[in-house]
């Protein structure tokens, strides 16, 4: 009775988290990113030049964007003609941008992202847990079958099969998921990791690392009730991310992850609706934030900001 009701329950959570890495469907930029009807004819009648990075600078001035292009330019998508946010690439599968993208994964069929990321983290867990689980309860038969302690007739063979088949998953599954496990740790994603971010000032492959805690919390969120459960739980919107840069970019209007700032007596709120409290108190713990905001106002120092030049980048 005891395996039943275990091996019930890992075989739904199980199937739930698939089903919501499945068919959660991906989010795209919101409108705010998208560029205005006249910025893209501007965009599309001048020359390749400095008019088309004028167009791009005056579209991304009010918007919480952080990195670059490796030339320094803004991140701009010809295909969705929109401003990329901060961790958004455009997949070419889906032909469509998304946030906070991770990879797409064949195996789900679904690009996974900021909606569906923690979904496709309990889908690892409770696949491996399940696995595991059949693998344990197994393993006493198929002692027996080499030790010919089981009658002879065909199930003995779908004992063998059963065992081969979770063990190699377990083994295949456990290196995935500890893989994925390391990326919430330093709050990275896939692609993130084979071309680190870059920001106006340097590239840092650690820029939106806020420490285990808080990137923990990112992806789960603050109610840890939740945090087993394949119900979205996850922090922000994923159009803006806190980053440990503090004050790095004096063109932008806004700061990390959305807060209010001030920019030439104006006042801009990104995103419109606010974070909830327990979204915002990432940002504003003033122990996390003190010593890099130090380091960054030396570093603002002589810092020119390059020009913007425009690339297509996928």
């Not at 998508?77 to 064949?106: A, E, G, T, Y």
């Not at 820029?207 to 969120?221: A, E, I, P, T």
Request: proline content about 5%; glycine content about 4%.
């Amino acid at each position: 009775v005891v395996c039943l009701v275990a091996y019930h329950i890992f075989f739904m959570l199980f199937v739930w988290s698939y089903w919501k890495t499945i068919f959660t469907l991906p989010m795209n930029p919101s409108k705010e990113f998208h560029l205005s009807y006249s910025d893209k004819e501007s965009l599309e009648r001048e020359p390749r030049g400095e008019s088309q990075q004028e167009v791009l600078r005056r579209a991304a001035k009010d918007l919480p964007i952080y990195t670059r292009t490796m030339s320094g330019a803004i991140r701009y998508c010809d295909r969705c003609q929109l401003v990329k946010p901060d961790r958004c690439h455009h997949c070419s599968v889906c032909d469509k941008c998304i946030l906070k993208m991770d990879h797409h994964c064949p195996w789900v069929n679904n690009c996974v992202g900021f909606s569906n990321y923690k979904f496709f983290l309990l889908f690892l867990a409770y696949s491996l847990l399940y696995c595991i689980f059949i693998a344990a309860t197994d393993l006493q038969y198929f002692i027996k079958f080499w030790t010919n302690g089981l009658p002879d007739t065909q199930a003995k063979f779908h004992i063998m099969f059963l065992f081969f088949a979770a063990a190699m998953f377990s083994v295949s599954l456990s290196s995935l998921f500890g893989y994925h496990c390391w990326l919430v740790s330093k709050n990275k994603s896939t692609l993130e990791v084979f071309r680190a971010p870059i920001f106006r000032h340097r590239t840092d492959k650690n820029g939106f690392s806020l420490g285990f805690s808080k990137n923990l919390r990112q992806v789960f969120g603050d109610e840890k009730k939740y945090w087993l459960l394949p119900v979205f739980s996850s922090l922000g919107d994923g159009c803006s991310f806190p980053t440990c840069l503090v004050n790095q970019d004096p063109e932008q209007a806004s700061t990390p992850g959305g807060l209010n700032s001030t920019s030439k007596n104006e006042s801009h709120l990104f995103p419109a609706k606010p974070l909830r409290d327990s979204q915002s108190h990432l940002l504003t713990d003033p122990q996390s934030w003190s010593d890099i905001s130090a380091k960054a106002e030396k570093g603002k120092v002589g810092m020119s900001n390059p020009a913007l030049t425009m690339e297509n980048e996928t």
